[in-house]
């Protein structure tokens, strides 16, 4: 099964317009984007909340052979590939949040609900770093309620 966006030839640049265009779209009052060898990061403000989005972006050297077969590819043929790979990853983060914002339009669910995990606290860590940690204690210790309520 291919991936979403595995072979788009829109650039990272335009995919971060795009996002900001989307995001504007829907009320964001601040928005922000950037990148290190490790990650992206698109960052913004709505509905009088911060919210922050983290990509991780694989190393140049993790693309030295091909998927199928396992041979070396040339310096080029590596680049090409990690280019094609963030493209790939940009895309599907604007397919993210670009889903997130039109299901708030259409009260499928709530701006909270829906970017909650991203959702930036006081301390500057997301909600999710709050949480997840919790989440994986609960399921590991085995204190988790029944999946239908009443049904025990």
């Known amino acids: 099964m291919s991936r979403y966006a595995d072979r788009t030839i829109v650039s990272v640049q335009i995919t971060r317009a795009e996002i900001d265009t989307i995001l504007a779209k829907h009320g964001a009052t601040a928005f922000m984007s950037g990148s290190n060898e490790n990650e992206a990061m698109v960052a913004f403000e709505c509905n009088n909340r911060r919210v922050v989005f983290r990509l991780p972006i694989p190393a140049v050297k993790s693309f030295e052979r091909t998927t199928a077969r396992g041979l070396m590819r040339s310096n080029a043929e590596k680049q090409k590939a990690w280019e094609q790979e963030c493209r790939s990853r940009w895309r599907a983060l604007y397919l993210c949040i670009k889903a997130k914002l039109e299901a708030v339009a259409v009260?499928?669910?709530?701006?909270?609900?829906?970017?909650?995990a991203h959702i930036v606290m006081p301390d500057g860590q997301t909600v999710g770093q709050h949480v997840s940690p919790k989440i994986a204690q609960a399921y590991d210790s085995g204190t988790m309620p029944p999946l239908l309520?009443?049904?025990?």
């Open 107 to 116: 009260n499928i669910t709530t701006f909270e609900n829906e970017f909650m």
């Open 149 to 152: 309520l009443g049904h025990g």
